[in-house]
């Protein structure tokens, strides 16, 4: 009689086929509005109540930082039940982390399949700690001397994979519950990879959920963003954001700029000029920061101190002046540190705080215009071997 084989893994042609389990809905980057509506859809909450429950399950997540609808204590058992059913609150995976040694840290974090982006923490900067924040996946800006740049847009970033990176630094620096006091991350800055204003719904939806009083509780007055000059969107950041506001400028002339930031070429920089000095806000007290890498040889001689005067005389600024930071393959050199210091000094003698910036994380590739996801660089540690190899 012939052996018989029960393939125990094969179900029957003629057994139900039994659907997959809905994926459960991560909780953690939702704005308020998308949390009560959650509750409601998912049957979880009944409409009259989806309110006060989302406000409980709010704070848990922002401000007391849980992973975990289990933990949320004020919520009844029978409750956390039901949430823990239909709902996570979930962190994305941090792939690596640095620490420089100057304190700067650096995360890539895999929020989806193919999707990497990396954010930095660096401390004494604001009040205490600034996180430089990204809001795309790659960059569609190619300016000439940033790294970041040369990566290929991937797509834009949520609201809540932007949120996801604030809640990643604080766990890991130990920053939950909110303090009101003492923190160490005190300044959100979206310099990062990407165009934050090609980006803005989003951007403005995660500054939202940041500076939530009953949440992460970061001010709109120590959250900045950074753009390179997208003109059209540059009033509906000030009116629906109030954030502070950077221009990544580089230059004083088009002809430069349009090689450096070729955004320029689209919107030159009279266009760019006009739209700052009508930014919502904007006074001696919410001044606008201009950015200004220093190359060597191409915008740091004493005219082009005296041309960024004239070109931004009038508007309530401050100029930060960023040492030129290297990257395999990039044709620039930083100026030389007399250069920096005589740019500064004309600068300050015209009433302009000017300060130049410390390089930092410049070891673990963190520094301005550095960043670029693992997906297209070799992986430090590899990198750094390589470097010892070749001696």
């Known amino acids: 009689?012939?052996?018989?084989?029960?393939?125990?893994?094969?179900?029957?042609?003629?057994?139900?086929?039994?659907?997959?389990?809905?994926?459960?809905?991560?909780?953690?980057?939702?704005?308020?509005?998308?949390?009560?509506?959650?509750?409601?859809?998912?049957?979880?909450?009944?409409?009259?109540?989806?309110?006060?429950?989302?406000?409980?399950?709010?704070?848990?997540?922002?401000?007391?930082?849980?992973?975990?609808?289990?933990?949320?204590?004020?919520?009844?058992?029978?409750?956390?039940?039901?949430?823990?059913?239909?709902?996570?609150?979930?962190?994305?995976?941090?792939?690596?982390?640095?620490?420089?040694?100057?304190?700067?840290?650096?995360?890539?974090?895999?929020?989806?399949?193919?999707?990497?982006?990396?954010?930095?923490?660096?401390?004494?900067?604001?009040?205490?700690?600034?996180?430089?924040?990204?809001?795309?996946?790659?960059?569609?800006?190619?300016?000439?001397?940033?790294?970041?740049?040369?990566?290929?847009?991937?797509?834009?970033?949520?609201?809540?994979?932007?949120?996801?990176?604030?809640?990643?630094a604080r766990d890991d620096l130990g920053e939950w519950p909110s303090p009101k006091e003492d923190r160490r991350l005190s300044n959100i800055v979206f310099m990062g990879m990407g165009e934050p204003l090609y980006n803005l719904d989003n951007v403005a939806a995660a500054i939202d959920i940041i500076s939530d009083n009953e949440g992460i509780a970061i001010s709109r007055r120590r959250i900045t963003v950074s753009t390179s000059g997208v003109v059209p969107e540059l009033k509906r950041l000030g009116e629906e954001t109030q954030a502070m506001l950077a221009i990544s400028l580089h230059a004083t002339r088009d002809e430069l700029r349009d090689t450096l930031v070729p955004i320029n070429r689209r919107y030159p920089l009279q266009q760019l000029m006009a739209a700052i000095r009508a930014y919502p806000g904007l006074s001696n007290a919410?001044?606008?920061?201009?950015?200004?890498?220093?190359?060597?040889?191409?915008?740091?001689?004493?005219?082009?101190?005296?041309?960024?005067?004239?070109?931004?005389?009038?508007?309530p600024a401050k100029i930060n002046l960023i040492p030129f930071n290297p990257w395999p393959g990039s044709a620039y050199e930083c100026s030389s540190w007399s250069a920096i210091e005589a740019f500064a000094a004309i600068l300050n003698r015209a009433g302009y705080a000017s300060p130049i910036r410390t390089p930092r994380g410049r070891d673990i590739l963190a520094a301005c215009g550095q960043l670029k996801s693992e997906s297209e660089k070799v992986r430090a540690s590899v990198r750094r071997r390589l470097e010892l190899a070749q001696g």
């Open 1 to 168: 009689m012939p052996s018989l084989t029960l393939d125990l893994l094969r179900p029957s042609p003629s057994a139900p086929v039994r659907p997959a389990a809905p994926a459960r809905l991560n909780l953690a980057g939702l704005t308020r509005e998308e949390l009560r509506t959650a509750l409601v859809e998912t049957g979880a909450a009944p409409a009259d109540k989806a309110k006060i429950r989302a406000g409980q399950l709010w704070r848990w997540i922002h401000h007391y930082g849980a992973t975990d609808v289990s933990a949320m204590s004020d919520i009844s058992k029978e409750m956390r039940a039901v949430l823990g059913e239909r709902f996570v609150v979930a962190r994305p995976e941090v792939v690596e982390r640095q620490i420089s040694k100057d304190g700067t840290r650096k995360w890539l974090i895999r929020t989806a399949p193919g999707i990497e982006i990396e954010t930095v923490y660096i401390p004494d900067v604001g009040r205490a700690g600034a996180l430089c924040v990204s809001s795309q996946v790659g960059c569609t800006l190619n300016c000439s001397f940033c790294h970041t740049g040369t990566q290929p847009l991937v797509r834009n970033l949520t609201a809540a994979e932007i949120v996801a990176q604030v809640q990643v």
């Open 286 to 315: 919410r001044r606008v920061t201009f950015e200004y890498v220093m190359l060597k040889g191409v915008n740091d001689s004493p005219a082009d101190a005296r041309a960024l005067i004239k070109l931004i005389a009038g508007i």
